[in-house]
């Protein structure tokens, strides 16, 4: 359950599903993914994908799980102020290396999920769901 008591119901177990399907891993964050932070499947996860260099996406508090996964030794991010820990960590609001893409948090959300669509689906797409919204 997050901060504003929104809850999200899994249809599968984290073991139950073929991760290497996708072709991204998101990772959400504020306080409620913290508790998750040190569970190995989801390091598992992050690991292969970045092996594999499949996307891996991650705002506010969930860029901790990718310094723990030990995926940001010598890569430049960002996330949340409180993520000291994070290693290079830059004060950008939007961090990119490679196939690996970072954000501070809400503040940073809409500019953040157009760079995400712009790496699914393209540029012109992108830019089309930006003017939509009236964003950046």
Request: aromatic content about 8%; proline content about 4%.
């Amino acid at each position: 359950e997050g901060r504003n008591g929104i809850r999200f119901q899994a249809d599968q177990s984290l073991s139950e599903i073929d991760a290497s399907a996708f072709d991204m891993v998101f990772l959400p964050g504020g306080p409620g993914v913290l508790p998750l932070a040190k569970n190995a499947l989801i390091s598992e996860i992050i690991q292969s994908y970045d092996h594999g260099s499949k996307f891996v996406a991650a705002i506010y508090t969930a860029p901790k799980f990718l310094a723990q996964a030990a995926i940001l030794e010598n890569r430049p991010a960002t996330g949340h102020y409180q993520l000291i820990e994070i290693p290079d960590c830059s004060q950008g609001r939007i961090v990119q290396s490679a196939h690996i893409i970072t954000s501070q948090g809400a503040g940073t959300a809409i500019e953040f999920g157009i760079k995400l669509a712009a790496w699914i689906v393209g540029e012109e797409t992108a830019q089309s769901v930006a003017d939509s919204i009236h964003a950046i």
